[in-house]
């Protein structure tokens, strides 16, 4: 079974001509951030990522996460890699220098948190919550539980989790019902039960800080009622030495579809007197700082999908050049061939190929501006990157985790037969990859969120300036003497124009009936996920055409540049008027139907 690879010449392309990493140093705190520096960094994670991580990836899926008399036990090897990890310094790799990170830009580091979930996605979900924990503590604790708590979460030494969910409130938190209940010492006494905890209990680590929402005993009811505490399993001493075990406990993890070493924990806060817990922020704005974790995650989750769509496309075309089966359609000779060489394969594999490049522009362009966003020296500057931020990162959680699934999927029939069985491991990705559309909001509310906070109450203001860089990329598309130029300058129009149609209908609808745009919520972030793809892919072209022009670079890379977004031009960029069509004509017959048909 073949180890994955970083694709590390892809993303040297996109730190220097896609999402320009020389333009970093410009941001405080980044100064040294140079491009040598950000390709040694990933140099270096495709390494830990393919030399320790992936080899532990298909062991781990076997073998699972273990729960015994309310103690988790990680699946053999995992201890081991999470120490290299931590001693590596990789945890810290993007926290805040004030609390022991290294203050690496988002950019570099989106690229770092891609390979490792290409590599193991399981093992990557247990850093990607503790780094949405250090971000919600940053935020909004106190000096005192920044000081106890962040230096060992930005370390790695101790994990941190987000504790939303309970049986009877999944998506609407509203229902939440975990209490907590103050004390005279300032502290507070929390008592309830959540589920779906990633990385909940485990043997990795001496701590795990919880972060939990419940409600005080005078909380309105609804969201408006819902605070944030933080709630170690072991208590932390004023030198920052460990202490008692807290009243949580894991009462069993879950058997899941995928993410097998991944325990998913059933938590009981408070069996006893109560588990003791420390406001975060104000009482009753916890869901604000919570959806701080949240945008963090769903960004994450996101790159969840990017890497798994890689290593899937890496198999697949591994097994491609392996399966020799049929002769090649057209050849002269009847030797059996690679299955590379027959057509439909290749569509497939090309399906995967640029689709996933398209998802890694879109996700590191965003990520570019996260950096910005948080850094530069100019309000407008700011304000407009993170206008962009606001847009589309329910496209990238959604549109990234949806074409992961495909993706996968696509990996699993260029195996044929094989790719059903688990030993080629093409199942495996299909399986990691399902739940990437459902945790940390699904591809419906990632959807309802892009319609009605970003498009409909904003005005579109976001999206069409995003429209406008759009068009100025269809321009200089023009009158270049090249074929794959002027097809994908075609293509690209009618996928703004498509987009277009569909805003305007969106604004005219949202405020009379609400219900027809969101019938096609979902396929408009489909939409502009693929339209902003091609926009990307159409920016990679015009390099690559300048490149060979100029006789600079390798050419046989850039050529494949050109063909390749000339591929997602033709195969998927090209199915944008049909998303705006069921946008604007697709919600009457949903609607239409009574329930007791259904």
């Known amino acids: 079974m073949s180890e994955y690879i970083a694709p590390l010449r892809d993303m040297q392309f996109v ?24 390709e040694a960094i990933l140099e270096e994670a495709g390494k830990f990522a393919g030399g320790v991580l992936s080899p532990i990836n298909a062991s781990g899926d076997r073998e699972g996460a273990r729960w015994q008399d309310g103690e988790v036990f990680t699946a053999g090897g995992w201890k081991e890699a999470y120490r290299q990890f931590v001693d590596g310094g990789w945890n810290a790799l993007s926290c805040d220098p004030a609390h022991g990170g290294q203050g ?31 971000e919600a503590l940053e935020l909004r604790a106190s000096d005192v539980l920044k000081h106890t708590y962040l230096p060992k979460m930005v370390s790695g030494e101790w994990t941190g989790t987000m504790n939303l969910t309970e049986p009877q409130a999944g998506s609407d938190l509203s229902a ?6 103050p004390k005279e010492d300032g502290s507070y006494r929390v008592h309830g039960q959540k589920i779906f905890i990633t990385y909940g209990e485990h043997d990795m680590t001496e701590n795990i800080v919880h972060l939990v929402l419940a409600r005080t005993p005078d909380a ?27 009243d949580v406990r894991c ?31 104000e009482e009753n704005r916890g869901l604000e700082t919570m959806f701080i974790m949240m945008n963090a995650a ?22 491609s050049r392996e399966r020799t089966q049929g002769v090649e359609i057209g050849a002269s000779g009847r030797g059996k061939a690679a299955i590379i060489r027959h057509p439909d394969v290749r569509r497939m594999l090309m399906l995967m190929k640029s689709r996933t490049e398209a998802l890694r522009a879109v996700a590191c362009v965003v990520a570019a501006a996260m950096d910005t966003a948080s850094g530069h020296a100019d309000a407008a500057e700011r304000a407009g990157s993170q206008a962009f931020v606001d847009l589309m990162i329910p496209v990238v959680k959604g549109w ?10 696509l990996g699993v029939q260029i195996h044929g037969g094989m790719g059903f069985i688990e030993e080629t491991g093409a199942a495996q990705h299909l399986r990691d990859a399902r739940i990437t559309t459902i945790y940390e909001g699904t591809t419906g509310i990632q959807a309802a969120d892009l319609i009605g906070r970003k498009i409909a109450r904003d005005g579109a203001t976001a999206i069409r300036e995003v429209l406008a860089q759009m068009r100025d990329v269809q321009r200089q598309l023009t009158g270049k003497d090249d074929a794959r130029l002027a097809a994908i300058e075609a293509t690209l129009g009618e996928g703004i124009e498509a987009i277009e149609w569909a805003v305007s209908f969106i604004l005219d609808s949202y405020g009379s009936d609400p219900r027809k745009p969101s019938v096609g919520a979902v396929p408009f972030m489909e939409l502009l996920g ?3 793809g091609g926009w990307q892919m159409a920016r990679a072209a015009l390099i690559s055409h300048r490149r060979l022009r100029d006789g600079a670079g390798d050419p046989a890379f850039h050529r494949t540049k050109l063909e390749t977004a000339r591929f997602y031009a033709d195969h998927v960029l090209a199915r944008a008027p049909g998303l705006a069509h069921t946008v604007v004509h697709g919600a009457d017959s949903a609607l239409a139907v009574e329930d007791d048909q259904f």
């Open 298 to 319: 769903r960004f994450s989750v996101g790159l969840q999908g990017i890497g798994l769509a890689e290593r899937a496309y890496q198999r697949a075309l591994a097994y």
């Open 15 to 38: 730190l220097r001509e896609l999402a320009p990493i020389d333009q970093v140093p410009a941001l405080p705190g980044c100064e040294e951030v140079s491009l040598d520096l950000a």
């Open 176 to 181: 939440v019902r975990t209490r907590a209940v």
């Open 220 to 246: 309105p009811e609804g969201v408006k009622g819902i605070s944030l505490f933080v709630v170690p399993k072991f208590l932390v001493g004023a030198d920052g030495s460990l202490g008692a075990r807290n």
């Open 530 to 532: 693929i339209v902003a």
């Open 400 to 409: 990234s985790t949806e074409s992961a699934i495909d993706i996968a999927s």
């Open 104 to 134: 690496v830009p988002r950019l570099v580091a989106a690229l770092v948190e891609e390979m490792r979930n290409a590599a193991n996605t399981s093992f990557a979900l247990c850093p990607m919550l503790t780094h949405g924990a250090i």
């Open 251 to 281: 009462v069993s993890i879950e058997h899941k579809l995928g993410i097998h070493a991944s325990p998913t924990a059933v938590l009981a806060f408070g069996d006893n007197e109560g588990a003791i817990g420390w406001l975060v922020g």
